[in-house]
Antibody
Framework: EVQLVESGGGLVQPGGSLRLSCAAS????????MHWVRQAPGKGLVWVSR????????SYADSVKGRFTISRDNAKNTLYLQMNSLRAEDTAVYYC???????????WGQGTMVTVSS | EIVLTQSPGTLSLSPGEGTTLSCRAS???????LAWYQQKPGQAPRLLIY???SRAAGIPDRFSGSGSGTDFTLTISRLEPEDFAVYYC????????FGGGTKVEIK
């Protein structure tokens, strides 16, 4: 079964750090670009970051640039999102997402909740 | 950045009715980069349509997409009870963007 399972979410104070992980299974992880998408409570979907299949290229939304770092370990079939200098507005469910060959998000994880609060 | 504006914000409809959801872009979108997703409460989004008009695997044919340039639509021909959800359009040019969503609720 093709699956993405996120972990690492939780409660963190403003200014703190958190690292999210996304374990992939059931497909050739190293063949796919991967993204993170977030959704604040009761709000819409917002793109956060993406990484090329071989990890050689990354891109970020302006709102997280310089604070978040996306990375991957193809040997471990795992995607990461290192989040530093967290702010209240980063509070959201974070989804790990696979990109299909037709440039759409065909597989989504179940999401992991990140709450930034004192 | 391409801004996607979805309308209306909410649709109140009855099962069996048909509907059209709109997604308007602030600048031209590559047709192969336009997708639609469905999200139900407490669930991750699910891909419905990619490349403007191609249905994803397992998506029933009552869902169809069309459009070009800056105007795109998602049509649901006959609403089934499981279709009441929030629908998002998305474009894939960096930075990727989503529309604000259209909620289809039971009247």
């Amino acid at each position: 079964e093709v699956q993405l399972v996120e972990s690492g979410g939780g409660l963190v104070q403003p200014g703190g750090s958190l690292r999210l992980s996304c374990a992939a299974s059931g497909f050739t992880f190293s063949a796919h670009w991967m993204h993170w998408v977030r959704q604040a409570p009761g709000k819409g979907l917002v793109w956060v970051s993406r990484i090329r299949n071989d990890g050689s290229s990354t891109s970020y939304a302006d709102s997280v640039k310089g604070r978040f770092t996306i990375s991957r370990d193809n040997a471990k079939n795992t995607l990461y999102l290192q989040m530093n200098s967290l702010r209240a507005e980063d509070t959201a469910v974070y989804y790990c997402v696979r990109v299909s060959w037709y440039n759409a998000f065909d597989i989504w994880g179940q999401g992991t909740m990140v709450t930034v609060s004192s | 950045e391409i801004v996607l504006t979805q309308s209306p914000g909410t649709l109140s409809l009855s099962p069996g009715e048909g509907t059209t959801l709109s997604c308007r872009a602030s600048q031209s979108v590559i047709s192969s980069y336009l997708a639609w997703y469905q999200q139900k409460p407490g669930q991750a989004p699910r891909l419905l349509i990619y490349g403007t008009s191609s249905r994803a695997a397992g998506i029933p044919d009552r869902f169809s997409g069309s459009g070009s340039g800056t105007d795109f639509t998602l049509t649901i021909s006959r609403l089934e009870p499981e279709d009441f959800a929030v629908y998002y359009c998305q474009q894939y040019s960096t930075p990727l963007t989503f529309g604000g969503g259209t909620k289809v609720e039971i009247k």
